[in-house]
């Protein structure tokens, strides 16, 4: 079925055919339960679940924008296709560097658990590879089409911190 004939479908002539009525009254009942799931003053899950996935998103803009901060955070070419693809360029740049950041943080784990500091799960499954706070983007980088090295590189030394120290912002920074 052709999308046109879907669309013909729900209305004709400018006006909503009964399915496509129908299908608007659906989504309003929908609209409505969860409107009334967000402002429930009892049982606050939907709400937390709903913060947390946009803190995530927020994360990525924040990382985009870190990166794309080369051209002053503007898309420049001027024509369609070269948006999309410096769009899509940047989301591959965004998605290489949540990649890396999640070996390093997986990695940085395992050393903490392998010398054997407490790691609580809870604690690792907050950590977020959208953190930015150590890349360098004002800077040009060559990049090399050879094999990637089997292994990370070293991890730096874990400073001893007496109790107190070591606090993380909500940046995770």
């Not at 496509?20 to 899950?45: C, M, N, V, W």
Request: glycine fraction near 8%.
């Amino acid at each position: 079925m052709r999308a046109y004939d879907l669309l013909h479908m729900f209305a004709r002539n400018g006006r909503p055919t009964p399915l496509g009525q129908a299908f608007a009254e659906y989504g309003r009942i929908d609209k409505t339960l969860h409107l009334l799931s967000i402002l429930d003053p009892i049982d606050d899950t939907y709400r937390r679940k709903l913060n947390k996935q946009l803190t995530v998103q927020e994360s990525r803009h924040r990382l985009a924008r870190r990166i794309c901060h080369g051209n002053g955070g503007q898309i420049r070419k001027a024509y369609r296709e070269g948006q999309e693809d410096q769009l899509a360029a940047l989301g591959l740049v965004v998605n290489a560097v949540a990649l890396w950041n999640s070996r390093y943080l997986s990695a940085a784990v395992d050393l903490l658990r392998a010398q054997g500091v407490p790691v609580k799960d809870e604690d690792a499954a907050r950590l977020s590879p959208l953190g930015h706070a150590h890349l360098n983007v004002l800077s040009r980088y060559a990049i090399s089409s050879s094999a990637p090295a089997e292994c990370l590189r070293q991890l730096g030394e874990i400073p001893e911190l007496s109790d107190g120290e070591g606090a993380v912002d909500e940046e995770g920074v």
